[in-house]
T-cell receptor, first 117, second 117 residues
Framework: AQSVTQLDSQVPVFEEAPVELRCNYSSSVSVYLFWYVQYPNQGLQLLLKYLSGSTLVESINGFEAEFNKSQTSFHLRKPSVHISDTAEYFCAVNRYHYGGATNKLIFGTGTLLAVQP | GAVVSQHPSRVICKSGTSVKIECRSLDFQATTMFWYRQFPKQSLMLMATSNEGSKATYEQGVEKDKFLINHASLTLSTLTVTSAHPEDSSFYIC?????????????FGQGTRLTVV
C-alpha cells in the first residue's frame, strides 16, 4: 500500500524568504507524485507533478519539487515566497499501473504555508 | 486546463433532509469521477470512485446507502447525502479524470461546504 507523510502541519515564513515543504512517500511500486494547492474554501489545484524523466519539476509560479527515489521524497521548494502563496499544500501519490495510473490518489495531511509580511 | 464545476458551493440543510451535489466536467469527458470528504484541517479522504454507466465503488467505512452516487453521463456525477445529520457536515470535493490515453491528472471541483443544522 502507498502512503504519504507531510511532517509539517504548518510552516510560517516571512515574505521573500525561501521555503521547503516536506513530503515523503512509501510504496513498493513505481508511483506518480503530485503537489496540489488549496486556497480557503476552494477545491484543489494541481501545482506540479512528476511522472517520469527529469527528477526536477517546476510550476509556472516559481515552485519546484525534486523526486528523490533513494530518499522516497518529493519536497516542494520556492526560493522567494509571496503573501499570495499562503494556502494549504497537499502532496499526493498515485500508483503506476500498466497503461496509466490507478484510480486512487493518496493524499498527505497537508501543510499550511503561512506567509507573513 | 480542464474545468470541473461543482454546485452548490455552500448548502445548509435541516437534519433529516437530503442534499444533492453536482459535479460537471465542462470541457472534457470524464470516464471516472471521485468524491472526497475533507474535515477541518485534515486531508482529503476518498469516499468513492464512479465510472460512467456503472455502480460506484465505495471505500471501506463509507455507507453507500447514505452517500448515493450517480454517474449517468460522461460529464456529470452527483452525490446525494440522504437523511443528513450534523455529523455529515463537511467539505465535499469531486474530481474527474479525462477519458483519453494514459492521462494521470485528475481535475478538482471547487468543493461544497455542507452544513447540517
Amino acid at each position: 500500500a502507498q502512503s504519504v507523510t507531510q511532517l509539517d502541519s504548518q510552516v510560517p515564513v516571512f515574505e521573500e524568504a525561501p521555503v521547503e515543504l516536506r513530503c515523503n512517500y512509501s510504496s513498493s511500486v513505481s508511483v506518480y507524485l503530485f503537489w496540489y494547492v488549496q486556497y480557503p474554501n476552494q477545491g484543489l489545484q494541481l501545482l506540479l507533478k512528476y511522472l517520469s524523466g527529469s527528477t526536477l519539476v517546476e510550476s509556472i509560479n516559481g515552485f519546484e519539487a525534486e523526486f528523490n527515489k533513494s530518499q522516497t521524497s518529493f519536497h516542494l521548494r520556492k526560493p522567494s515566497v509571496h503573501i499570495s502563496d499562503t494556502a494549504e499544500y497537499f502532496c499526493a501519490v498515485n500508483r503506476y499501473h500498466y497503461g496509466g495510473a490507478t484510480n486512487k490518489l493518496i493524499f498527505g495531511t497537508g501543510t499550511l504555508l503561512a506567509v507573513q509580511p | 486546463g480542464a474545468v470541473v464545476s461543482q454546485h452548490p458551493s455552500r448548502v445548509i440543510c435541516k437534519s433529516g433532509t437530503s442534499v444533492k451535489i453536482e459535479c460537471r466536467s465542462l470541457d472534457f469527458q470524464a470516464t471516472t469521477m471521485f468524491w472526497y470528504r475533507q474535515f477541518p484541517k485534515q486531508s482529503l479522504m476518498l469516499m468513492a470512485t464512479s465510472n460512467e454507466g456503472s455502480k460506484a465503488t465505495y471505500e471501506q467505512g463509507v455507507e453507500k446507502d447514505k452517500f448515493l452516487i450517480n454517474h449517468a453521463s460522461l460529464t456529470l456525477s452527483t452525490l446525494t447525502v440522504t437523511s443528513a445529520h450534523p455529523e455529515d457536515s463537511s467539505f465535499y470535493i469531486c474530481s474527474a479524470r479525462a477519458r483519453t490515453g494514459t492521462n494521470t491528472e485528475a481535475f478538482f471541483g471547487q468543493g461544497t461546504r455542507l452544513t447540517v443544522v
